[in-house]
């Protein structure tokens, strides 16, 4: 699918609740940071695992030519779209969210602070997830101006002055937000929210972890800008981590 198809079809998405397709971790690595679990008295369980590529051919990012502002942002630019580990094959940026998580009555998640960043003429991170109630601040690190313009159940778009910052609570109800700079078009981000903290990105070797999670049996959502959306039936234990590996594949690319 074209970029261009892709991101009208995330901007639907996110005018609703969220069942597909971007700080829980805010910008992923090897080390990461778990969610807090939700209050609860009752024994729980860690989800933790690896999204891997799997096929002959490693696809590369896309590359597109840049004339704004060359001489800070050079004349080529990537869309990051996919980022796979040399190593193991390990798809970097994979959005992982648990569907049908019991929640308390009257349960409301601790409020995120993410900080999305202008830097080198990208987006930092370029994915994310965040919990409802959350605020982004939108921070230009460039010395040339950027827009922040954020898609999804609200339209925002915020003009940034070299080295400058703006802060919004954009993350008022589940979905997606898309990000774009109006001044740069290669320059995108992706952040998912949800209501409950059972969410995460995969980090640059693919890998990710969840704990905290009420033991049963739940369906994990996996999305990628690049190979689209998986689902897949999970079953957690108390007071143990339960282990998987997923994989994409170019058959299941949405890329053009």
Same mark, same amino acid.
């Given at each position: 699918m074209k970029l261009h198809a892709l991101i009208l079809t995330l901007v639907i998405l996110a005018a609703g609740a969220c069942s597909?397709?971007?700080p829980a971790p805010v910008e992923p690595t090897?080390?990461?940071?778990?969610? =807090?679990?939700?209050?609860?008295?009752?024994?729980? #369980?860690?989800?933790? #695992?690896?999204?891997?590529?799997?096929?002959?051919k490693i696809p590369q990012a896309t590359q597109i030519k840049n004339t704004t502002d060359p001489q800070q942002c050079g004349n080529l630019?990537?869309?990051e779209d996919i980022i796979i580990s040399g190593e193991n094959r390990g798809i970097k940026n994979v959005i992982v969210a648990l569907k049908g998580v019991p929640l308390p009555k009257g349960y409301h998640p601790r409020?995120? #602070? =993410?900080?999305?960043?202008?830097?080198?003429?990208r987006?930092?991170?370029?994915?994310?997830?965040?919990?409802t109630g959350s605020s982004i601040e939108a921070v230009n690190s460039d010395p040339i101006f950027h827009s922040?313009?954020?898609?999804?159940?609200?339209?925002i778009n915020l003009a940034l002055a070299p080295e400058s910052s703006k802060q919004v609570r954009a993350a008022a109800r589940p979905g997606y937000i898309i990000v774009k700079c109006d001044v740069h078009g290669w320059m995108q981000a992706f952040i998912r929210v949800d209501e409950h903290p059972f969410h995460t990105v995969t980090a640059a070797? #693919?890998?990710?972890?969840i704990q905290g999670i009420p033991p049963g049996s739940y369906t994990l959502e996996l999305w990628h800008e690049h190979f689209g959306s998986k689902e897949t039936k999970v079953r957690v234990e108390a007071n143990s981590a339960s282990h998987l590996t997923i994989y994409f594949s170019s058959d299941t690319s949405k890329g053009a």
């Open positions: 597909n397709p971007p090897a080390e990461i940071e778990p969610h =807090l679990s939700v209050p609860s008295a009752a024994p729980t #369980g860690i989800l933790e #695992g690896q999204v891997l590529f799997e096929g002959s630019q990537s869309l409020p995120d #602070g =993410l900080t999305l960043d202008n830097r080198d003429c987006f930092r991170p370029h994915v994310a997830v965040v919990t922040v313009h954020l898609y999804g159940f609200r339209n070797d #693919g890998r990710f972890r």
